[in-house]
C-alpha cells in the first residue's frame, strides 16, 4: 500500500505537465522524489534502488543510454489497448548496461535499438539484471555478445525479434516470444517460451550445455541450418513442442543434443499448437494461448501447459507490476471558484 501511495502522488504531483511535456519521475529509495524531461538526466540523479518511472510517450528518443547504476526503469506498458489512458512507452535509441547496474532491472517499454551490456571486457559484468515485460530488438548479454560474461540475467515475459547474443552466458529466459536466433549460451536455460522462427531464422550457434524445457518451437531445426552442425553440443531438450517435423532428425550429429525425453511432442501440427497464430513474427492480434484439444495442455514437466502460459504464466496485456492508470481527465481550466476538476482511476497490478 505504501508504494501504491507514493507512486500516486507522484503522478498527481506531475500533473502540471500534462498540458505540456510528460515528466520522467525518480522516487528515491532514501525518500523524495524528482522530476525530469530527459532519461539520462534522471539516471544521472538517480542512485541504486532508485524507480525511474517512464510516461506514455508516441517517442522518447534516447540516443545511446549508458546505464551503471542498479535502478528500476519502468515503462507505462506496450500494448495500446492496455496503456489506452497512459499511451505506450517506446523508445527509440540504444541502451547498453555496463558495471555498476547490478540488481537493476527494465520493464514495460518498447526499444527499438540494441540492448548491449558492456563496451568493452572491462565494464560488460552485470549481475543479477532483470529485464520484463519489454518489446526488444538485439540483445548482446557481452559487449560484442561473443566475449565470455560472468554477468547472471533473467528476462522474463518479453517479447524478443532480433538476434540473441549470448556471451557465453548461463542466462534464463522464461515466458518469453523470441523470433529469431540463438547465439553463444553455455550453461542457459530456456523455459516455457514461444520460440516463432521459421527455417530462415534458426541459425543458432555456439548452443552448449544448455536446457530447453517446455518451449514451443514452430520449426524443428533447433541448432542446425539445413543439416550441418553449427558448434552446438551436450544439450538438453525436455517436454517441448516441436512443429513441422522432428527434433531427432537434426539431433544426431557430434552430440548436439545430449538429453532428449519422451516428454517432447514431435511434428505437431500447427492446427493443434496455438488458438489463433500465423507466421513466425509475434503479432499483437494473435491468440497464443493452446488451442482446446493441444497436446500441449498440461504437457509441461510441471504439468501446466507447454509455452507461454504455463509455469507462472505470461501475463496478457504486459503492464508493469507497478498500479497502472486506467482513466485520466484534467479538466482544460478551472471553474469559477478556482478548482481544477481531476479523475484519476488507478489499479493495482496482481503480478
Request: contains cysteine; proline residues 3%; glycine residues 10%.
Amino acid at each position: 500500500m505504501k508504494k501504491l501511495i507514493i507512486l500516486f502522488s507522484v503522478m498527481i504531483l506531475g500533473i502540471h505537465s500534462l498540458s505540456a511535456q510528460e515528466l520522467i519521475a525518480v522516487n528515491h529509495v532514501s525518500g523524495g522524489s524528482e522530476f525530469f524531461t530527459r532519461l539520462d538526466s534522471a539516471l544521472i540523479h538517480s542512485s541504486n534502488g532508485d524507480y525511474i518511472y517512464l510516461p506514455g510517450t508516441a517517442l522518447m528518443n534516447i540516443g545511446t543510454l549508458v546505464i551503471d547504476k542498479g535502478v528500476h526503469i519502468i515503462g507505462a506498458g506496450i500494448y495500446p489497448d492496455s496503456c489506452f489512458a497512459t499511451g505506450t512507452t517506446f523508445l527509440t535509441g540504444n541502451i547498453t548496461i555496463v558495471s555498476g547496474a547490478d540488481n537493476g532491472s527494465l520493464q514495460g517499454l518498447l526499444l527499438n535499438g540494441e540492448l548491449r551490456f558492456g563496451t568493452s571486457q572491462a565494464n560488460q559484468h552485470v549481475s543479477s539484471y532483470y529485464v520484463s515485460r519489454c518489446n526488444l530488438s538485439t540483445i548482446y548479454l557481452s559487449n560484442n555478445g561473443s566475449d565470455t560474461t560472468t554477468s547472471s540475467f533473467l528476462f522474463r515475459e518479453n517479447i524478443i525479434r532480433g538476434h540473441i547474443y549470448g556471451g557465453h552466458s548461463n542466462a534464463s529466459f522464461s515466458n518469453n516470444i523470441i523470433e529469431a536466433q540463438l547465439n553463444n549460451f553455455y550453461g542457459a536455460t530456456f523455459l516455457h517460451n514461444d520460440f516463432l522462427w521459421g527455417n530462415v531464422k534458426t541459425l543458432n550457434q555456439y548452443i552448449k550445455n544448455s536446457t530447453f524445457s517446455n518451449n514451443i518451437f514452430k520449426y524443428s531445426c533447433l541448432a542446425y541450418y539445413g543439416h550441418y552442425i553449427i558448434y552446438c553440443t551436450d544439450n538438453n531438450y525436455y517436454h517441448n513442442i516441436i512443429a513441422n517435423g522432428p527434433l531427432s532428425f537434426y539431433s544426431d550429429y557430434f552430440g548436439c543434443v545430449v538429453n532428449y525425453n519422451s516428454g517432447n511432442l514431435e511434428n505437431v501440427p500447427d492446427a493443434q499448437i496455438y488458438t489463433s497464430q500465423g507466421g513466425n513474427a509475434y503479432n499483437i492480434h494473435h491468440n497464443y494461448h493452446l488451442i482446446a484439444g493441444s497436446p500441449g495442455i498440461n504437457g509441461a514437466s510441471d504439468g501446466t501447459d507447454i509455452g507461454i502460459y504455463g509455469g507462472e504464466p505470461f501475463k496478457d496485456g504486459m503492464l508493469p507490476v507497478n498500479p497502472h492508470i486506467q482513466f485520466k481527465y484534467v479538466a482544460g481550466s478551472t471553474s469559477p471558484d478556482g478548482t481544477l476538476n481531476i479523475h484519476y482511476k488507478v489499479a493495482a497490478q496482481e503480478k
